[in-house]
């Protein structure tokens, strides 16, 4: 049976950088329009198990396999598709695999959960930071896709089909960053325009030619990358009909780099009706190109926030902390204890809260408890819990503090003590929140963040969030 996408979730953070206030910042022109921003708690990995998290909520199908790409992994020579694989709690059984280092490895793990033979989930995720004033700060975006991948099935019927890819490949230096450098380097753009578009012309060609059809038969392409003068110039000369060329995003999230091809196909497939072919045209270290055909299974899918909703929302950070959240601006700490490095042997122990979030029901009396306990606190019956996620639950603020003295490099901290819906009661911090803001009573969703990274260890845990809209 042909495999295609059964499913797929888009996670972009609410927050975002005004472009002009980086120019009034530097005193330097900086263009129009917004870009989306990564927050000081989130990573590559976080924003995976969101968009995880927001795929999976759209199909009862559960992965078998995952893969994870990112240009920008939180941990070298550690796998970090594991974590994404422990907050989503899936199987033991399912591996999880890291394609990393280059924006091509989302290209390549999408093909990837294509070719597998069981259900499998690819996550596509980037935090895309350059120098202060540099292009890649202005232009980038932060964001992560996760699509879905499997045979065609009644209980979850493929949204869209590949009839066709190919691929052009060849070595040539424009963009590079050394391990352990903040930023990536560029050649003069060029050279990149005349690297790019004869890869990205014959890689096109072949495409049409193996699904026998012509550019104008296309009803919506997309032509991305990092070189942004290079997809127009490859749009161009290959006939892209005049309207069918989809929004890059570049006014209103940037690119977002490994996620950026997979976050335009999503948006394409928030739009399209049943039967139309999408072109995909990524363009890094060579060209990628895929040809999907939508099905009917797409008009009847489970009803997600769409792209252009996640891209209407958000609130802007201002330049300075954007600075602070990505290192570029060290400022005086609180004079408080620096948070100390997180043991493996608790968070092996504990996995399953510390990851999935995950507490314990009371057989005897229901008693919901969380972290999960052996014993009841309300009945005290003993060794009778069985496990409950709640990561997603919704809950509701029953009070709250604001602390300006605690660590953080977004202070206040903002602490709240949240009631679940179906019982249980937890104390945790808060984050994209308004200090000035929060109230009692508030409804709250939990959401996968970095709390800190001390001693080279980053400390993953859940944080409640208000539900907006």
């Given amino acids: 049976m042909t495999a295609g996408i059964v499913a797929y979730g888009v996670?972009?953070?609410?927050?975002?950088?005004?472009?002009?206030?980086?120019?009034?910042?530097?005193?330097?022109?900086?263009?129009?329009?917004?870009?989306?921003?990564?927050?000081?708690?989130?990573?590559?990995?976080?924003?995976?198990?969101?968009?995880?998290?927001?795929?999976?909520?759209?199909?009862?199908?559960?992965?078998?396999?995952?893969?994870?790409?990112?240009?920008?992994?939180?941990?070298?020579?550690?796998?970090?598709?594991?974590?994404?694989?422990?907050?989503?709690?899936?199987?033991?059984?399912?591996?999880?695999?890291?394609?990393?280092?280059?924006?091509?490895?989302?290209?390549?793990?999408?093909?990837?959960?294509?070719?597998a033979p069981r259900p499998t989930l690819a996550v596509l995720a980037d935090v895309r930071a350059g120098l202060p004033g540099g292009g890649d700060e202005r232009e980038g975006g932060d964001g992560a896709v996760a699509f879905l991948c499997a045979p065609d099935a009644r209980e979850a019927p493929v949204l869209a089909v590949p009839v066709a890819h190919a691929s052009a490949t060849a070595e040539?230096?424009?963009?590079?960053?050394?391990?352990?450098?903040?930023?990536?380097?560029?050649?003069?753009?060029?050279?990149?325009?005349?690297?790019?578009?004869?890869?990205?012309?014959?890689?096109?060609?072949?495409?049409?030619?193996?699904?026998?059809?012509?550019?104008?038969?296309?009803?919506?392409?997309?032509?991305?990358?990092?070189?942004?003068?290079?997809?127009?110039?490859?749009?161009?000369?290959?006939?892209?009909?005049?309207?069918?060329?989809?929004d890059d995003l570049a006014a209103s999230v940037g690119h977002t780099g490994t996620a950026h091809a997979g976050l335009l196909l999503a948006d394409a497939l928030d739009r399209a009706r049943p039967d139309e072919l999408i072109a995909v045209v990524a363009l890094a270290d060579g060209c990628d190109v895929t040809l999907w055909r939508t099905t009917a299974a797409l008009a009847a899918r489970q009803p997600q926030p769409t792209v252009a909703a996640l891209v209407a929302g958000g609130r802007a950070v201002p330049y300075a902390t954007y600075l602070t959240w990505r290192g570029f601006l060290q400022r005086e700490p609180p004079r408080r204890p620096d948070p100390e490095r997180p043991a493996a042997p608790p968070s092996l122990r504990a996995g399953d809260w510390k990851f999935a979030f995950t507490g314990s029901r009371c057989q005897a009396c229901g008693a919901r408890h969380l972290p999960p306990q052996r014993v009841c606190v309300k009945c005290h019956a003993v060794d009778r819990m069985a496990p409950e996620r709640l990561a997603d639950v919704p809950g509701t603020i029953a009070t709250f503090t604001v602390d300006r003295l605690a660590y953080s490099l977004s202070p206040p901290v903002v602490v709240g003590v949240i009631d679940f819906e179906g019982g249980g009661r937890f104390q945790c911090e808060m984050t994209d929140v308004d200090p000035a803001a929060v109230a009692i009573g508030q409804r709250v969703a939990m959401t996968f963040r970095r709390l800190f990274t001390a001693g080279g260890v980053h400390n993953y845990f859940w944080k409640a969030r208000p539900i907006r809209g």
């Fill in 11 to 115: 996670y972009l953070p609410c927050s975002r950088l005004e472009r002009k206030a980086i120019g009034e910042a530097l005193g330097a022109p900086a263009g129009s329009g917004t870009r989306t921003v990564a927050s000081y708690d989130e990573d590559t990995t976080s924003l995976g198990v969101e968009a995880g998290r927001a795929a999976l909520r759209a199909s009862a199908l559960r992965p078998e396999a995952l893969y994870f790409a990112t240009a920008a992994p939180a941990y070298l020579d550690k796998t970090n598709a594991t974590a994404i694989h422990a907050a989503l709690a899936l199987d033991a059984g399912a591996p999880a695999f890291d394609l990393a280092g280059a924006v091509r490895s989302g290209a390549g793990a999408l093909r990837a959960a294509l070719d």
């Fill in 172 to 246: 040539f230096l424009e963009r590079w960053r050394l391990p352990g450098e903040a930023a990536s380097r560029q050649w003069e753009e060029r050279f990149g325009e005349h690297a790019y578009v004869p890869l990205g012309e014959e890689a096109v060609a072949r495409a049409l030619k193996a699904a026998g059809v012509t550019a104008a038969q296309v009803a919506r392409w997309i032509v991305t990358g990092p070189h942004a003068r290079a997809a127009r110039r490859v749009a161009g000369s290959v006939g892209v009909p005049k309207g069918a060329l989809a």
